[in-house]
């Protein structure tokens, strides 16, 4: 088999034009598809039976929890193919990824907690979902925290490498939580097997919202991936070339 | 052997420990994860009475008693199998409502009534329109049909 293709992802010259031309294939589809999906899920949507209105949060609060443990498993496998392969861009992409995850992250527990208070009655409980979905914010501070901390490049790559592949454990966990013990945080309705428990001018914004969202960490992965590379090769010859 | 190949035997079994650690850990803390206790654990002594914690399960449908004038709420707990009585003096969320999951934190007296003082709504997965679940109730008899977990 020719590996060639495989070959060319080892080579930041190639990676950075590479990312440089996506980014825009990435970044207007998301912008679309959010608008719809935001259209949709706010306006399109019958309320809830249950909660109203109060039930739209689903169309950030969903996508983006979904988003935050897709990002970490991206990191988590680059990082892998950057221990094991000894593979610079693989850091680079796991680098890239851990400041998006965050964020999402963040967003997933802040509008969980604002759902929270009027349908539960509480912002915050140490429920096992709950304080997992707090552990993977953790694992991403953490890695950024490790990254930043060792001054010679390769080692910190190497040792935050190593605790993003350790920190996947945590993967399952969040998903399973909810069936393993008993939890306040309800059961998923639609990444499961079997029919989602929604309707379907409910769910169809829903995925809108979460295939934008997808779109739109790609779309900043490409452009924060061409500034790590910018970072790590800024002594490189091809870097003068490209920018003359 | 390759130093690439004795790379991915070392880092797949660090993650593989981690995970069988992982694994024991919660097994062992399995009661304090568990975030409430169902009726059917706090029948066959599984809950810790005699110390606070949390019981879960859906309220019985009719079960509701309120004392006028003041915030005094009775209602009963059900997994569908097992009942406990509850007691709470307070406001409730929302979506407290018979049928729907809920989540009181208290202790269970020796005459094995609950009393809460806490009280959290569980929402459900399941999400659909007013009109479509009016529908759905009239077609039980005006009740929506749950299933027996809460």
């Not at chain 1, 897709?70 to 221990?83: E, K, N, Q, R």
């Not at chain 1, 945080?185 to 409910?202: E, F, I, N, W, Y």
């Not at chain 2, 002594?45 to 019981?55: N, S």
């Amino acid at each position: 088999m020719d590996w060639t293709w495989f070959h060319k992802f080892g080579s930041p010259p190639h990676v950075y034009r590479l990312a440089g031309r996506l980014t825009p294939w990435f970044a207007w589809p998301a912008a679309i598809t959010i608008l719809i999906g935001l259209y949709g899920g706010l306006v399109l949507a019958p309320p809830d039976y249950q909660q109203g209105d109060g039930f739209r949060i689903i169309y950030v609060h969903a996508p983006s929890a979904w988003l935050s443990v897709m990002i970490y498993t991206t990191m988590a496998s680059a990082a892998f193919v950057g221990l094991v392969w000894r593979m610079k861009v693989a850091h680079a992409v796991a680098a890239s990824c851990a400041g998006i995850g965050a964020w999402f992250t963040a967003v997933s527990l802040v509008t969980g907690m604002l759902w929270g208070k009027p349908m539960w009655g509480t912002y915050w409980v140490w429920d096992p979902r709950l304080t997992a979905q707090l552990i993977l914010l953790f694992l991403f501070f953490g890695y950024m925290a490790l990254r930043a901390a060792i001054d010679d490049p390769s080692r910190a790559d190497r040792a935050s490498a190593l605790l993003a592949v350790v920190g996947i454990v945590n993967v399952p966990i969040i998903r399973f939580s909810v069936d393993w013990w008993n939890s306040i945080h309800q059961a998923p309705s639609v990444m499961k097997l079997g029919r989602p428990t929604m309707p379907v001018d409910m769910l169809v914004p829903l995925l809108l919202m979460l295939l934008g969202f997808t779109l739109y960490f790609v779309a900043v992965l490409t452009i924060r991936l061409r500034a790590e590379v910018l970072r790590r090769e800024r002594q490189a010859s091809w870097l003068r070339e490209v920018l003359d | 052997m390759t130093p690439r190949r004795r790379r991915l035997i070392l880092v797949s079994g660090i993650v593989a420990g981690v995970a069988l650690a992982g694994f024991l850990v919660l097994r062992s803390l399995q009661e304090n994860v568990m975030f409430f206790y169902d009726p059917t654990q706090v029948a066959v002594g599984e809950a810790p009475i005699g110390q606070r914690f949390r019981l879960g399960g859906m309220v019985k449908p009719g079960s509701v008693q309120r004392t006028a004038g003041t915030l005094r709420l009775a209602f009963v707990v059900t997994d569908y199998k097992r009942d406990v009585p509850v007691q709470y003096e307070g406001v409730v969320p929302d979506l407290f409502r018979e049928n729907q999951g809920v989540v009181a934190h208290g202790r269970l007296g020796t005459d094995g009534v609950f009393v809460a003082e806490e009280i959290l709504a569980k929402h459900d997965e399941n999400y659909m329109p007013p009109e479509v679940a009016r529908a759905i109730k009239e077609k039980h008899g005006g009740v929506m049909p749950k299933g027996p977990t809460p």
